[in-house]
C-alpha cells in the first residue's frame, strides 16, 4: 500500500513540475511598439492613445523625443488597428524574449 502511496506521489509531483516549465502564451498579453512616421500632425499620439484605450488596451509608453511612437499592450481577440495607419513607419512585437 504504501509503494502505490509513494507511485501516487512521484506522479503527481511530476506533473506539477512539468506544467510550471511551461510558459503558457495566453497569459502574456498581445504586445506592439507603433513608431510613426516623422511627418505625422501634432495630435496623432492623442488620438492612437485614445484608440488603443477604447479597444480596451494600455498604453505603456509614449516616445517623444527622436521618435514619435508608443508601446501598448491589446486584449486577446483584438487586432491591431494600426497596421493600416497611413501614419505608422513600422510596427514591432514587444514582450518577453522580444
Avoid at 512521484?10 to 510558459?23: F, H
Avoid at 494600426?82 to 512585437?93: L, N, Q
Wanted: charged share 20%; hydrophobic share 40%; net charge negative.
Amino acid at each position: 500500500m504504501k509503494i502505490c502511496h509513494l507511485l501516487l506521489l512521484a506522479c503527481l509531483l511530476s506533473l506539477v513540475l512539468v506544467t510550471r516549465a511551461v510558459p503558457i502564451e495566453a497569459d502574456y498579453p498581445k504586445g506592439f511598439i507603433i513608431i510613426f512616421r516623422d511627418e505625422v500632425p501634432e495630435n496623432v499620439l492623442e488620438l492612437a492613445v485614445k484608440l488603443v484605450r477604447e479597444l480596451g488596451g494600455e498604453v505603456r509608453y509614449q516616445y517623444t523625443g527622436s521618435f514619435c511612437g508608443l508601446s501598448i499592450y491589446l486584449p486577446d481577440g483584438v487586432g491591431n488597428p494600426f497596421t493600416t495607419d497611413e501614419w505608422v513607419d513600422y510596427i514591432e512585437t514587444d514582450g518577453p524574449g522580444s
